[in-house]
């Protein structure tokens, strides 16, 4: 068993919690047949860890609020990500966690000129790596963001692109990376989260969103790289 913190930075809408729970259930439900125990850390409520040495790699969630908003437990989290880089502690970071990371390390996160990047997803896979089992040059995942990083920080790599996100997705060292999409929202998830923001995304971008969702996601294979990630970094 691989014990991972998971680092609680955002909650699911409460009008689509009833499909899988909010994101320490849904991490746990994605990463439950890949012996890992997740261990929650409600950094939004002030419970940082106490040692990164605490858990053996760590995971960071999406979240609905933008990098940049002006709130002090944000920049908390911002240092400890700066301290998992520095002493090279496995670490994944999704969406928010993207670009979190990003920003810590010095690169600009601002709201996208595309606009919402709603629906399903297909992500170039720039780097091949040891954990990625099996391979693809390809993945698709459901997508709700409308920041994005703007540049790769020093000392990375771009591990993923989309045409409508070129920095998808960084590898930072050997032992840390992430993901602008969300291996974590199931079909059902996505839609719900469509349906409760229409007025946000307008009608027609959310019925266009919708049936990309009709199409298979790449969750599992996503979830075995997490997994195989940690373990072989642990």
Not at 76 to 95: N, S
Not at 101 to 123: N, P
Not at 125 to 140: D, G, Y
């Amino acid at each position: 068993m691989t014990r991972i913190g998971l680092l609680l930075v955002g909650h699911i809408d409460a009008g689509s919690l009833h499909i899988g729970g909010d994101y320490p259930e849904l991490y746990a439900k994605l990463l439950q047949r890949h012996n890992i125990e997740l261990t929650t850390y409600r950094c939004d409520e002030g419970q940082m860890p106490n040692a990164l040495s605490d858990q053996e790699g760590w995971l960071c969630s999406p979240s609905r609020l933008s990098v940049y908003d002006d709130i002090a437990w944000l920049r908390d989290v911002e240092h400890l990500l700066r301290d998992i880089v520095a002493t090279e502690t496995p670490y994944v970071g999704i969406c928010f966690g993207h670009q979190l990371m990003a920003q810590a390390l010095g690169a600009v996160v601002k709201k996208s000129e595309y606009g919402w990047g709603i629906g399903r997803k297909d992500y170039e896979i720039h780097l091949a790596q040891p954990w990625m089992l099996p391979s693809a040059k390809q993945i698709r995942l459901a997508a709700s963001h409308q920041d994005q990083v703007m540049s790769l920080p020093d000392g990375t790599q771009l591990l993923a692109s989309s045409d409508y996100c070129p920095i998808g997705g960084m590898q930072i060292g050997e032992r840390a990376w992430t993901l602008q999409v969300h291996p974590e929202f199931s079909p059902d998830l996505a839609s719900s989260l469509l349906a409760t923001r229409q007025q946000l995304f307008g009608q027609e971008k959310v019925v266009k969103a919708l049936t990309t969702l009709q199409m298979p996601l790449d969750q599992e294979l996503v979830a075995g790289w997490i997994a195989e990630f940690f373990k072989l970094c642990g």
